[in-house]
């Protein structure tokens, strides 16, 4: 990824910037976009652990296409994908470069629209005593899409929103409109909400992180052990019950999806391809 920087920062031809308020100057931009996203994608070809594992046919001049027909509406982009597979990881990462770079990006995560199971907890004892039941956590009705749908809509279109908040000690609490989130050009949600019903239509990129079964099990047992105080017992226990899920709400979305990426690829390497392009679309002189 260096030899693209050190290309387009050593040309001696800077693009005039172009006046995104006509459809010309979108269509240009559109043009740019596109060939430079298609220069990024064989440059990673020839990466040792590609980034990006499939592009869906079309995707790429349908994205344009609502660029330049509809360039007030703000992007949203939805990142879904199994437990463990590193989405919330990657969405640190764009988390990291948007403040470096001051980028207009707010993120949020859909795990936040659990619905609050606090009384169903306390009625079992524990959660993991709710999961043993056979309480089917991550069936897309444990999630309140419709708040997620509006909410989204809502950011879309240029408002700020307050989501909830659940939180993840085990308790099932949900606090409602807790979250300040604001509508900045770029919305990033995370989370496997974002592949259900009517709310994976609102996104305009849908990225989905693919991980291998082993190094997905030794991320999910780390996490639990490090940051959730679960044994290991329990750990692979609910491991268990969330790949039973996946096999019944995510993996058969899988190929809904625009993109999909790999997520046990670099990242040192994805974040150099998000400033990569962050500099396309700001390397311009002006007249």
């Not at 050190?6 to 800077?14: G, R």
């Not at 652990?49 to 027909?69: A, E, Q």
């Not at 403040?99 to 629209?113: G, R, V």
């Not at 979250?179 to 990129?205: C, H, N, Q, R, W």
């Amino acid at each position: 990824m260096n030899f693209l920087f050190e290309k387009e920062n050593n040309t001696e031809e800077k693009i005039t910037k172009p006046d995104f308020t006509t459809r010309t100057g979108r269509e240009f931009l559109a043009l740019y976009l596109y060939s430079k996203f298609n220069q990024i994608l064989e440059y990673d070809k020839k990466s040792s652990t590609p980034v990006f594992k499939n592009v869906k046919p079309g995707f790429t001049d349908k994205f344009m296409k609502r660029l330049i027909n509809n360039p007030k509406k703000r992007i949203l982009i939805g990142i879904s994908g199994e437990s463990a597979s590193g989405k919330t990881t990657i969405c640190n990462t764009i988390q990291t470069i948007t403040k470096k770079h001051n980028m207009p990006i707010e993120i949020l995560s859909a795990d936040n629209y659990f619905r609050d199971i606090s009384d169903l907890i306390k009625a079992h004892g524990s959660f993991d005593n709710l999961l043993a039941s056979g309480y089917d956590v991550d069936s897309p009705d444990n999630f309140d899409m419709e708040q997620l749908f509006e909410d989204l809509d809502m950011l879309s279109k240029g408002y700020d929103v307050r989501i909830p908040e659940y939180l993840v000690n085990g308790t099932g609490i949900v606090v409602p409109k807790a979250i300040p989130k604001l509508s900045k050009k770029i919305i990033v949600v995370e989370g496997m909400a974002t592949m259900y019903g009517k709310v994976s239509e609102l996104f305009d990129i849908r990225l989905y992180v693919d991980i291998a079964p082993d190094i997905q099990e030794k991320w999910f047992l780390y996490r639990a052990q490090t940051s959730r105080n679960q044994n290991e017992e329990n750990a692979r226990k609910q491991l268990a019950y969330v790949r039973e899920a996946s096999k019944k709400y995510i993996l058969p979305k899988k190929d809904n999806s625009d993109i999909i990426i790999n997520g046990a690829s670099s990242l040192d390497y994805f974040a150099q391809i998000i400033e990569y392009i962050y500099n396309i679309t700001n390397n311009y002189t002006f007249v």
